[in-house]
Nanobody, 114 residues
Framework: QVQLVESGGGLVQAGGSLRLSCAAS????????MYWYRQAPGKQRELVAS???????NYADSVKGRFTISRDNAKNTVYLQMNSLKPEDTGFYYC????????WGQGIQVTVSS
């Protein structure tokens, strides 16, 4: 049973930082690409960042230079370090992976106040 459990969200002021964690189980983590998505109120879900098996990374233009995705294969955990946060970063953040079908974590709220 695939499980993805996010943690580390919360409320932060603009310009601040948060680090999200996603603990994975039920997958061969080192052979799994990992993704962070977010969904703001009234907006479509968007891909924020991805990291491949080889730790190559990609970012949405809106977060490039501010966010960093990383993985720790020994801990079966993927992280999203979020710096210089803006109010428009507010939303529900989801960890995801894909193996025959897409799997999602429960999501975690990030709120950035102005």
């Amino acid at each position: 049973q695939v499980q993805l459990v996010e943690s580390g969200g919360g409320l932060v002021q603009a310009g601040g930082s948060l680090r999200l964690s996603c603990a994975a189980s039920g997958i061969i983590f080192r052979l799994s690409a990992m993704y962070w998505y977010r969904q703001a109120p009234g907006k479509q879900r968007e891909l924020v960042a991805s990291i491949t098996i080889g730790s190559n990374t990609n970012y949405a233009d809106s977060v490039k230079g501010r966010f960093t995705i990383s993985r720790d294969n020994a801990k079966n955990t993927v992280y999203l370090q979020m710096n210089s946060l803006k109010p428009e970063d507010t939303g529900f953040y989801y960890c995801s992976t894909f193996y025959r079908e897409r799997y999602w974590g429960q999501g975690i709220q990030v709120t950035v106040s102005s």
